[in-house]
C-alpha cells in the first residue's frame, strides 16, 4: 500500500468555500431548525460514527474509495486550525464514502501523524472507523466546526448541486488527538434524511 503515499503535496483538497460556519458552541448548541433539519443535525452534530449512520440509513455497507495519500509534512495544508494538534510530519488521506452499489455519500479528508499512521489503517481501503473498531480502539469523536458551502469538485463528485453541509472533528485516543477530519456530505442523503431544513 505504500505506492498510495506521494513523497510531497501534489493533490488538493476539497473543503467548502464557506456562505456559513459555527464553531463549538454551536455544535454544543444546536441550529434552528429552520436552518438545518432535526434529522440531518442527528448526522452532522452527533457524536456517533458516519460509516455506521451511512448504513443503516442505506442498507447497504459503507464502502471507501481511497483517492489520495499525500504527505505534507508540517503545512498546515490549508486545513481547520487544530491541524497543529497532529504531530508532523502529516500525512493527508482523502476519500470517497459510498455504497457498495456504487452511490456517494459523503467526502473526508483527514490528516495523520505519518510516523504512526499504519498502526491505525492497516487496511488503508477500509473506512477509518471500520479500521479502528478492528483494533477495538477507544475513541472520543470531538466536533469542532461545521459548515454551509459550496464546491465545484464536490459538486461534479456527488453529482448534486450545492450548497453543501460538512463538518471537521478530531479522534482522541488515550487522551491525545489521533486524527482531524474534515467531512462533507451528500444532498443524496435527503432521501433517507428529509430535506436539509424545515423551510425547504
Same mark, same amino acid.
Given at each position: 500500500?505504500?505506492?498510495?503515499?506521494?513523497v510531497?503535496?501534489?493533490?488538493?483538497?476539497?473543503?467548502?468555500?464557506?456562505?456559513?460556519?459555527g464553531?463549538?458552541?454551536?455544535?454544543k448548541?444546536?441550529?434552528?431548525?429552520?436552518?438545518?433539519?432535526?434529522?440531518?443535525?442527528?448526522?452532522?452534530?452527533?457524536?456517533?460514527?458516519?460509516?455506521?449512520?451511512?448504513?443503516?440509513?442505506?442498507?447497504?455497507?459503507?464502502?471507501?474509495?481511497?483517492?489520495?495519500?499525500?504527505?505534507?509534512?508540517?503545512?498546515?495544508?490549508g486545513?481547520?486550525?487544530?491541524?497543529e494538534?497532529?504531530?508532523?510530519?502529516?500525512?493527508?488521506r482523502?476519500?470517497?464514502l459510498?455504497?457498495?452499489?456504487?452511490?456517494?455519500?459523503?467526502?473526508?479528508?483527514?490528516?495523520?501523524?505519518?510516523?504512526?499512521?499504519?498502526?491505525?489503517?492497516?487496511?488503508?481501503?477500509?473506512?477509518?472507523?471500520?479500521?479502528?473498531?478492528?483494533?477495538?480502539?477507544?475513541?472520543? $469523536?470531538?466536533?469542532?466546526g @461545521? /459548515?454551509?458551502?459550496?464546491s465545484?469538485? !464536490?459538486?461534479t463528485?456527488?453529482? #448534486?448541486k450545492?450548497?453543501?453541509?460538512?463538518?471537521?472533528?478530531?479522534?482522541?485516543?488515550?487522551? $491525545?488527538?489521533?486524527?482531524? @477530519? /474534515?467531512?462533507?456530505?451528500?444532498?443524496? !442523503?435527503?432521501?433517507?434524511?428529509? #430535506?436539509?431544513?424545515?423551510?425547504?
Amino acid at each position: 500500500m505504500k505506492s498510495l503515499i506521494n513523497v510531497t503535496k501534489t493533490t488538493p483538497w476539497y473543503s467548502l468555500e464557506t456562505i456559513w460556519q459555527g464553531g463549538e458552541e454551536t455544535v454544543k448548541q444546536g441550529l434552528p431548525h429552520s436552518l438545518l433539519s432535526p434529522t440531518w443535525q442527528i448526522l452532522l452534530l452527533g457524536d456517533g460514527s458516519p460509516t455506521r449512520h451511512l448504513r443503516l440509513l442505506t442498507s447497504e455497507p459503507t464502502e471507501v474509495d481511497v483517492i489520495d495519500m499525500s504527505v505534507v509534512g508540517d503545512h498546515d495544508d490549508g486545513a481547520p486550525s487544530q491541524v497543529e494538534a497532529i504531530a508532523s510530519p502529516r500525512l493527508r488521506r482523502q476519500v470517497w464514502l459510498r455504497t457498495a452499489s456504487g452511490q456517494r455519500l459523503a467526502y473526508a479528508a483527514s490528516w495523520w501523524d505519518a510516523n504512526h499512521v499504519d498502526e491505525y489503517l492497516q487496511n488503508r481501503s477500509l473506512p477509518i472507523w471500520e479500521s479502528l473498531s478492528r483494533l477495538h480502539t477507544e475513541l472520543y $469523536r470531538d466536533i469542532q466546526g @461545521i /459548515y454551509y458551502g459550496n464546491s465545484e469538485e !464536490l459538486a461534479t463528485g456527488f453529482n #448534486e448541486k450545492g450548497p453543501f453541509w460538512g463538518r471537521h472533528y478530531i479522534f482522541w485516543h488515550n487522551g $491525545r488527538p489521533l486524527t482531524l @477530519i /474534515y467531512e462533507v456530505f451528500s444532498p443524496y !442523503l435527503c432521501k433517507y434524511l428529509g #430535506e436539509i431544513s424545515v423551510n425547504n
